[in-house]
């Protein structure tokens, strides 16, 4: 019994070399990634009838039928990635078409009446205040309480403005970059970016930078939008991930939450959008939201949604480039030669600017501005006004102007709101 098993080990010992003797020829005969093609598909099928005899069979027969020479089969390869690489093409440049259209929807939308609250505040400080900081903690910290002062007075938009204008450049956001002393312009910019964007989507759009080296340190805003995973909301601040959805459904984005939502829009990838999320869920894998304008929560629901960051290259481009249909109707400038806030009372309005000046005041800012025909900045603002009259320091710093000035107009915007 024992010699009739030891003989069945040996048959199939020499099976098995029998075989690595002809894949060993076979190997020697056949460019490589033929083989390997080859042999994949007779190890399936000695694995679904493991019989040696149809693995000796099958190797021989597939290597030989489906031959090609290594240039040949690279030749093919590239053909296949490069009709692969044309489709793949195709889908993202229809997508990106899509998203445009969408993209000039929402847009539109951002000027739709019936949309905007009812009214809108917008400040301007010209960034070279942060020159005057003695440090890059000072520096930051400043812009910090920039942005905090216009969260706590529901500011839509901030406006860092260069106070040396930068008229020789085609492209003025490079220009500004590249002029060292605006570098204090953009680094404001980036820092009142990263203190409005709600901390679950900071790291998408906010790499490492020494301009935000100790913004981290900064206090937070804790906007309305600024919400935590356990916190309850109709709306939610996202981004659209670059993740394949079937076609006419949408687009996913991330909302800060465990799950991620399905919107109604198809929109490029890292896009910044306003979720309002359906009231009723359905689905146990995601969220199901609508894109909606970021003035929607203020409007309906008087919740305030943060501020809106504008770099304008000069002073009068504070006024040249505003967002707004129609522009600011109504435009203050504050220096402690203006006229005492007092003994003014506003007119109604729809789009409010406020202008701060810097070291050397709004006198130094239209000096650098040589596109303004004014000769005196009064000449610039429907009111030109003290708002803090017998001051007790000789200076005040524009973010303590900030403060006193928002703080002094509230109970005029409010009476000026509940109009409407």
């Given at each position: 019994?024992?010699?009739?098993?030891?003989?069945?080990?040996?048959?199939?010992?020499?099976?098995?070399l029998?075989?690595?003797?002809?894949?060993?020829?076979?190997?020697?005969?056949?460019p490589?990634?033929?083989?390997?093609?080859?042999?994949?598909?007779?190890?399936?099928?000695?694995s679904?009838?493991?019989?040696?005899?149809?693995?000796?069979?099958?190797?021989?027969?597939?290597?030989?039928?489906?031959?090609?020479?290594?240039?040949?089969?690279?030749?093919?390869?590239?053909?296949?990635?490069?009709?692969?690489?044309?489709?793949?093409?195709?889908?993202?440049?229809?997508?990106?078409?899509?998203?445009?259209?969408?993209?000039?929807?929402?847009?539109?939308?951002?000027?739709?009446?019936?949309?905007?609250?009812?009214?809108?505040?917008?400040?301007?400080?010209?960034g070279?205040?942060?020159?005057n900081?003695?440090?890059?903690?000072?520096?930051?910290?400043?812009?910090?309480?920039?942005?905090?002062?216009?969260?706590?007075?529901?500011?839509?938009?901030?406006?860092?403005?260069?106070?040396?204008?930068?008229?020789?450049?085609?492209?003025?956001d490079?220009?500004?970059?590249?002029?060292?002393?605006?570098?204090?312009?953009?680094?404001?910019?980036?820092?009142?970016?990263?203190?409005?964007?709600?901390?679950?989507?900071?790291?998408?759009?906010?790499?490492?930078?020494?301009?935000?080296?100790?913004?981290?340190?900064?206090?937070?805003?804790?906007?309305?939008?600024?919400?935590?995973?356990?916190?309850?909301?109709?709306?939610?601040e996202?981004?659209?991930?670059?993740?394949?959805?079937?076609?006419?459904?949408?687009?996913?984005a991330?909302?800060?939450?465990?799950?991620?939502?399905?919107?109604?829009?198809?929109?490029?990838?890292?896009?910044?959008?306003?979720?309002?999320?359906?009231?009723?869920?359905?689905?146990?894998?995601?969220?199901?939201?609508k894109?909606?304008?970021?003035?929607?929560?203020?409007?309906?629901?008087?919740?305030?949604?943060?501020?809106?960051?504008?770099?304008?290259?000069?002073?009068s481009?504070?006024?040249?480039?505003?967002?707004?249909?129609?522009?600011?109707?109504?435009?203050?400038?504050?220096?402690?030669k203006?006229?005492d806030?007092?003994?003014?009372?506003?007119?109604?309005?729809?789009?409010?600017?406020?202008?701060?000046?810097?070291?050397?005041g709004?006198?130094?800012?239209?000096?650098?501005?040589?596109t303004?025909?004014?000769?005196?900045?009064?000449?610039?603002?429907?009111?030109?006004?003290?708002?803090?009259?017998?001051?007790?320091?000789?200076?005040?710093?524009?973010?303590?102007?900030v403060?006193?000035?928002?703080?002094?107009?509230?109970?005029?915007l409010?009476?000026?709101?509940?109009?409407?």
């Open positions: 019994m024992a010699g009739h098993l030891l003989r069945k080990q040996i048959a199939a010992s020499i099976n098995v029998y075989l690595v003797t002809i894949i060993f020829k076979i190997w020697m005969a056949i490589t990634p033929t083989l390997l093609f080859s042999f994949v598909n007779i190890m399936e099928k000695v679904k009838n493991g019989n040696f005899e149809s693995l000796k069979s099958s190797f021989s027969k597939d290597a030989v039928t489906s031959g090609m020479s290594w240039k040949e089969w690279k030749t093919k390869k590239k053909e296949e990635h490069k009709k692969w690489k044309q489709e793949k093409l195709l889908k993202k440049q229809k997508k990106l078409e899509e998203s445009k259209k969408i993209s000039e929807e929402i847009a539109a939308s951002l000027n739709d009446s019936q949309i905007q609250q009812d009214y809108t505040i917008s400040i301007a400080v010209p070279s205040i942060l020159d900081a003695q440090s890059p903690e000072l520096k930051t910290y400043l812009a910090g309480q920039i942005a905090r002062a216009a969260a706590i007075f529901n500011v839509n938009e901030i406006i860092v403005f260069s106070e040396i204008a930068v008229t020789n450049f085609d492209d003025d490079q220009a500004l970059k590249l002029h060292k002393k605006n570098h204090g312009c953009v680094q404001m910019v980036r820092i009142l970016q990263f203190l409005e964007c709600p901390q679950y989507l900071r790291k998408y759009y906010f790499p490492i930078h020494k301009d935000l080296e100790y913004a981290g340190l900064l206090n937070p805003l804790d906007i309305p939008h600024h919400l935590r995973v356990d916190d309850e909301s109709p709306y939610r996202g981004i659209i991930l670059n993740k394949p959805v079937k076609e006419g459904k949408g687009s996913y991330y909302i800060g939450l465990k799950k991620t939502a399905i919107v109604d829009k198809i929109i490029e990838p890292n896009v910044r959008v306003t979720v309002k999320l359906d009231k009723e869920q359905t689905s146990k894998k995601h969220y199901k939201g894109v909606i304008s970021p003035y929607v929560p203020y409007k309906y629901d008087k919740i305030y949604w943060g501020y809106n960051v504008r770099l304008a290259k000069s002073l481009a504070v006024f040249s480039e505003c967002p707004f249909k129609g522009g600011y109707d109504l435009s203050i400038g504050t220096s402690d203006g006229q806030v007092d003994s003014v009372t506003f007119p109604s309005f729809k789009h409010l600017l406020i202008i701060f000046g810097g070291l050397k709004l006198e130094g800012c239209l000096e650098g501005d040589e303004l025909e004014a000769n005196e900045p009064n000449e610039l603002f429907n009111f030109y006004l003290n708002t803090c009259p017998s001051q007790g320091s000789r200076t005040i710093r524009t973010e303590e102007a403060l006193i000035t928002l703080s002094v107009l509230r109970p005029q409010n009476s000026v709101n509940n109009s409407l």
